[in-house]
Each structure stands twice: as C-alpha cells, then as structure tokens.
C-alpha cells in the first residue's frame, strides 16, 4: 500500500484520457482498492480491524487524488472554451433542398385538401382485376395496349400498376359512401426512355361519387384547381375523349403558360397545352366495385405529375427528374 500512495504521489493528471486510465486503474471494478480488500478474507480475525482501517485511509486517499485531478481537468476544458472566437463564420451546411415532383405533389395536394378530398393510398405491385379488370378494361380490350407494363407472374396476375386508379376501385369496394378522394403515387408503363416518356412516373387521380354528381361539378371543381395552380388568368376548355372507364370522357387543355395562348414550341403552335383526362365515373365500374349505379353517380380525373412540373418550371426533359443531378435539384426550394 505504501508503494501504491507513493505511485500516486508522483502522478501528473492534466488530460481526460490520463484521469480515465487512473480511474480504471485504482478505482476501477478490476481495480487495485478493490483487490487489496479482496485480500481481507486472508487477514487473522485480530489483525481485521487494524488492517480495514489502512486500508480505508489508502481508499480515501486515492479517491481525493481523482476528484482534485477532475476539477483540475473540468477547468482547463473552461480555459479552452474560452479560447474559441465565437464571431469566426460557421462551417455551412448542406441541407439539401425537396425534390420537385414533391413540391409539385403537395401543391396538388394542398388544393384538394382544401376542397374536403381526403389523399388514398394503395399497392404499387397489383393484381389484374384492381389495375385494369374493374376499370372496365378487360383482357384483350385494345386500350390496354396503350398500357403496357412490367408482370411479375403471368398466373395469378401480379404487375406493377399502370395507374393510381387501383386506389380507386379499392376504395370503392370497401362500400363506404360517399367518396371523395386524392390519389398520389408512382406508376409503371413499358415505355422506351427519352426526353418525352419513362418507364416510371408519378400521378394524381381524384375520385368523388355520392347521389347526384354532375359534369358540372367536375368542371368546377377543376377550374378552381386550375387556377389555383397556375394563376387567375389561365383558361381551360375540355375536348371529348376516350376512356374506358369514364363516360363521357374529356381531356383538359390550359391555355399555355410560356406564350400565353400565341403559340410557342411547348403548345406546338396550338396556345394550349393537354394537362389531365377526366370523365364521369363508367356505370359500370361502379357495379364492378358493387356500388348502385342507379342511386350514385361520380366523376374521376387523372393526372401527370411530371407534366405540370414541367409546365410549372420550363422544364424540357423527363429524364431529369431521375437521373440525381444537383445541379439540377438544388434549383428547386
Ligand atoms: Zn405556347
């Protein structure tokens, strides 16, 4: 013990490390106080007492040195603090910035929240009946050709869904009415890459069905949409179309927002630029998805998000949003 105090004596503590290892050392569980009354089981009843006491003055004495060399330690680390110059700019930090399919997805969003649309969610990975069977597009129908995608497994028939619209008919078959829904999400389609299409890419589809739903409604609810986009003074018109699972059908123009309406490269001299496809729900993908398509009737719309991100930025080519270039992203706030 005399060797140990004087070991002690002689040490110099200054920095953490030492005083972690001298803790570890003599203090530890492993440690030298505690194997020295480890030693007391050896010690003749007599000579207990006298040796206890040694032992606790040894005890004591290595604790003082540990906590005198700890405030010592605490103040040099004050002394050091106070040496750093708090006015020396900081180290900047990237923070990066939101991708502009999000941004564009949430301003959508926002707007039909607004108009009381809850958002839906549903599988990426489907099977036929919910992505094209109940949509009223059934096998072999021609328009499924303009629909191309990735299958998983022939039989069953696993695919990755081509549109949100199997959100849709789920919702839908759970029965509960009325609906009135936003649907964002990533399709599939077996596209060749290039500047114009992609194999992935991103919609919004809406959905409303409740007792007396009108064309009217749609085209309201959709100008209102518009305008909230893209400004005040943007004008829409709406030319007949095709759907299979809408009738009638309608596809929605913009007047364009590069050229105002004069003609430009983007609305390729037209003054209008396509933005989405809707039509009243088809009577008989309400019966499909077990709705009484006497009592209901309900209007759908789907769109691009690329497309009005596009619009909204001049952007001219899709690859873009997926290719990961910051010079690219960090435009976007
Ligand atoms: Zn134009």
């Not at 040099?76 to 040496?83: D, I, M, P, T």
């Not at 064309?215 to 829409?236: I, M, P, R």
Request: net charge negative; charged share 25%.
């Amino acid at each position: 013990m005399e060797a140990y105090r004087k070991e002690i004596e002689g040490l110099e503590i200054v920095t953490p490390q030492q005083l972690e290892e001298y803790r570890i050392k003599f203090l530890g569980t492993k440690g030298i106080v505690k194997s020295l009354f480890g030693e007391m089981k050896n010690v003749p009843n007599e000579r207990k007492k006298e040796f206890g006491q040694v032992l606790n003055d040894f005890k004591q004495f290595a604790e003082t040195k540990y906590e005198t060399a700890k405030e010592q330690s605490a103040g040099n680390g004050q002394q050091a603090v106070e040496e750093i110059d708090l006015s020396l700019p900081g180290d900047a930090m990237q923070t990066g910035s939101r991708h502009p399919i999000n941004l564009v997805r949430k301003r959508i969003l926002d707007i039909f929240n607004r108009l009381g649309f809850a958002v839906a969610d549903g599988p990426e990975i489907e099977d036929d009946w919910h992505n094209f069977t109940s949509l009223n597009l059934p096998e072999h129908h021609p328009a499924r050709d303009m629909q191309d995608t990735f299958y998983i497994h022939q039989n069953p028939d696993w695919l990755l869904r081509t549109h949100t619209s199997n959100v849709q008919t789920r919702e839908m078959e759970k029965g509960k009415l009325p609906i009135r829904i936003i649907c964002p999400g990533r399709v599939y389609r077996n596209e060749t890459i290039s500047a114009r299409a992609h194999c992935f890419f991103h919609q919004v589809e809406g959905l409303y069905i409740d007792e007396h739903v009108s064309f009217a409604d749609l085209k309201q609810t959709l100008y209102f949409f518009v305008q909230e986009l893209f400004g005040k003074d943007v004008k829409v018109r709406f030319r007949p179309s095709y759907f299979p699972f809408t009738e009638p059908s309608a596809e929605m123009d913009i007047s364009c927002l590069i050229c105002g309406g004069d003609g430009c490269r983007v609305c390729k001299h037209t003054g209008w630029v396509e933005i989405l496809g809707c039509g009243m729900v088809h009577p008989k993908v309400l019966e499909n998805c077990g709705i009484d398509s006497n009592k209901y009737t309900g209007y759908a719309f789907g769109m691009g998000i690329e497309r009005i991100a596009m619009l909204l930025y001049q952007i001219n080519d899709l690859r873009l949003f997926s290719e990961n270039d910051v010079r690219f992203l960090r435009q976007f706030v």
